[in-house]
C-alpha cells in the first residue's frame, strides 16, 4: 500500500509542478496574475479546478500518511508544493478542508518537533489564504435573501456562487414536490435536465447569449449530488449513492483504516457541493482512488466468502464433533482437575479489540493463568492437560468463537493481553499482523510454530508469517492451511 500512496503523492507533484511552470510560462507572456488561479492554472490540460482540487487533495492525504509511517523529509516537499496547489485552485469547501487535514496531522500524530513545526507553518499560511477567501466569498453574499428565492433577473444580474446553488437548491425542491409521485425511480437524468431548463426560462434565469458572465446556465446540473440523484433516479438512486459511499468504510481494514475515511470524507464533503457522481471524471476519481485500498487489501467478496465458510464449517465441526467429544472430554476434566472444564481468557483479536477466548481447561487453577502462558514442563499443567494440550483438543471450544465472529478457522493466533503487549515491545508494529479476526489455526500454526515461545526469533517469525497470510489470504489457501495443521497435530512428538 505504501507504494501505491507514493506513485500518487510523487505523481500528483509532478502534475502540479507542470501547472506551475506552464502558468509562469503564460504569466511572462501576458503579464496576467489571474494565470495562476483556478480553471486558468488548469486550463492547458483543459481541465476542472474542482476535481484537481479533489485529485490534488487525495495526493496530499496519501503525503501525510507517508510522513507520519516513514518519518522521512523528503515527504515536506509533495505536502507543500500539493497545499499550494491547491490554494491556487481556489476551491474555498478543499481549501477548507485543507486547514482540517493541517490541523489533524500536525497537532494529533506528529511526534517530531521539527516535522510539527514546518506543518504548523504551513498550516498558519494555510488559515490565513483559506480565511481570505472565505472571507471575501462570504461578503459577496447577498444575506437579505439568504433564505429566499431570487424574483427578478434581467441579462445585468449576476449570480456569485453561494446564491447561484441557492438558487439551483430551490429549483430542484420545486421540482421534487411538483413530481412528488415519481420520486420512488425518479425522473430520469434526461427529463431532469429538460425540466430544469424549463425552470431556467420560466424563472427568466436563461436569458440568452449575450447575458453577463453567470447570469443564468441553460443544461446547467444542481451543484449538489444528493439532490440531483433524488430528482434523476428517486429514492432508489439516493439510497444507491449512500450505500456506494459508506461501503469503503464498512469493508476496511485496520492497515489503511485512517487514510480511507479520511479519503472518502473528502468526497462526501465535496458531494454537498458538486455532482462528481454526476459525470465521468467524478466516478473513475471515487472508484479509483477506493479500488485502490479495496482490491490490495480488503476484497470484499473474499472477505464474504471467507464468512461463509467460517459458518460453516464451525457449524459443521460443533455438530458432528463437538456434539460429542467435548462433553466426553468435561468428564475427564473434571475427573482431573475437580473443578470447571471450561476457561475463558480475554485475548487480542482484530483491529485490537479484546474478545473472551473459549478453551477446555488444562491447566490447575493459578493466580498467574491470565498473565503467564503455558511454559516447557509448566507444573501447572495436568497429565490429561498435557494430552488435550499436544492435540489441540484444548482449543475445540474456539469454534464457537468463529460462529459469534469474534474469531476465523484461519487467522493470525490471538494472544493473552499480557503477550500482546510484551510482544509489541520486541517487535515494533507485532499487532498490525491483527488486520484480520484471529484463528484458531494460522499460517504461523500449520509450520509448526504453536504453543510455547522460545526466543525472539521464534515471535519474529510468527509476525512474518501472520502477515503473509494477511497479503496471500484465500479461501483455497485456508483449506490447505486446515489440513496442514491436522497433519501437524497428528504427527506431533
Not at 466468502?305 to 455438530?319: G, N, Q, W
Request: glycine share 6%.
Amino acid at each position: 500500500m505504501p507504494k501505491i500512496m507514493k506513485i500518487v503523492a510523487f505523481g500528483a507533484c509532478y502534475i502540479a509542478l507542470s501547472l506551475l511552470i506552464f502558468a509562469g510560462y503564460k504569466y511572462f507572456q501576458t503579464s496576467d496574475k489571474e494565470v495562476f488561479y483556478y480553471h486558468n492554472l488548469v486550463s492547458v490540460i483543459n481541465g476542472n479546478a474542482i476535481y484537481y482540487s479533489l485529485f490534488f487533495s487525495s495526493a496530499l492525504l496519501f503525503a501525510f500518511e507517508l510522513l507520519i509511517k516513514e518519518k522521512q523529509r523528503v515527504y515536506l516537499f509533495p505536502i507543500g508544493l500539493l497545499t499550494i496547489v491547491i490554494l491556487l485552485l481556489s476551491s474555498k469547501i478543499f481549501t477548507l478542508m485543507l486547514v482540517i487535514i493541517f490541523l489533524y496531522y500536525s497537532l494529533i500524530h506528529v511526534k517530531s518537533i521539527s516535522f510539527k513545526a514546518s506543518l504548523i507553518v504551513l498550516f498558519i499560511i494555510g488559515f490565513v489564504f483559506s480565511f481570505q477567501k472565505i472571507s471575501a466569498r462570504f461578503n459577496e453574499i447577498d444575506r437579505s435573501q439568504l433564505l429566499e428565492s431570487q424574483h427578478t433577473i434581467n441579462p445585468a444580474t449576476v449570480f456569485d456562487g453561494f446564491s447561484l446553488r441557492k438558487e439551483l437548491i430551490f429549483l430542484g425542491l420545486e421540482l421534487k414536490a411538483e413530481h412528488s409521485s415519481q420520486m420512488f425511480i425518479g425522473l430520469g437524468p434526461g427529463i431532469c435536465q429538460e425540466k430544469l431548463n424549463q425552470k431556467f426560462i420560466d424563472k427568466q434565469f436563461y436569458v440568452g447569449e449575450n447575458a453577463q458572465d453567470k447570469s443564468g446556465f441553460y443544461n446547467y446540473n444542481f451543484h449538489n449530488q444528493y439532490l440531483q440523484t433524488l430528482l434523476e433516479t428517486g429514492w432508489i438512486g439516493l439510497f444507491s449513492i449512500l450505500l456506494l459511499l459508506i461501503t469503503p468504510f464498512i469493508i476496511v481494514e485496520t492497515d489503511s483504516k485512517r487514510i480511507v475515511f479520511l479519503l472518502n470524507g473528502l468526497f462526501i464533503i465535496g458531494f454537498l457541493t458538486e455532482s462528481f457522481l454526476s459525470r465521468q471524471m467524478g466516478i473513475v476519481s471515487y472508484l479509483s482512488f477506493n479500488s485502490l485500498f479495496i482490491a490490495q487489501q480488503n476484497c470484499i467478496l473474499r472477505l464474504i466468502f471467507k464468512r461463509l465458510f467460517d459458518v460453516v464449517f464451525s457449524l459443521s465441526v460443533i455438530v458432528f464433533v463437538l456434539s460429542w467429544l467435548v462433553p466426553l472430554l468435561c468428564v475427564f476434566i473434571i475427573v482431573d482437575l475437580k473443578s470447571s472444564p471450561f476457561f475463558v481468557q480475554k485475548r487480542v483479536g482484530k483491529n485490537g479489540k479484546v474478545f473472551h477466548c473459549f478453551k477446555l481447561r488444562s491447566m490447575k487453577k493459578n493466580s498467574f493463568q491470565h498473565q503467564i502462558p503455558a511454559q516447557i514442563d509448566d507444573v501447572r499443567i495436568t497429565k490429561f492437560g498435557a494430552f488435550i494440550r499436544k492435540y489441540a483438543l484444548d482449543e475445540l471450544p474456539q469454534f464457537f468463537n468463529v460462529l459469534l465472529g469474534d474469531m476465523s478457522v484461519v487467522g493470525p493466533r490471538p494472544l493473552m493481553l499480557s503477550d500482546e503487549e510484551k510482544f509489541n515491545e520486541l517487535i515494533p508494529n507485532f499487532s498490525s499482523r491483527l488486520v484480520m479476526k484471529p484463528g484458531i489455526t494460522g499460517f504461523a500454526q500449520a509450520f509448526g510454530y504453536k504453543g510455547y515461545v522460545g526466543s525472539r526469533v521464534d515471535i519474529a517469525n510468527r509476525y512474518r508469517l501472520d502477515k503473509k497470510y494477511s497479503q496471500i489470504q484465500s479461501l483455497w489457501l485456508d483449506i490447505k492451511l486446515i489440513f496442514f495443521t491436522i497433519k501437524t497435530i497428528l504427527y506431533a512428538k
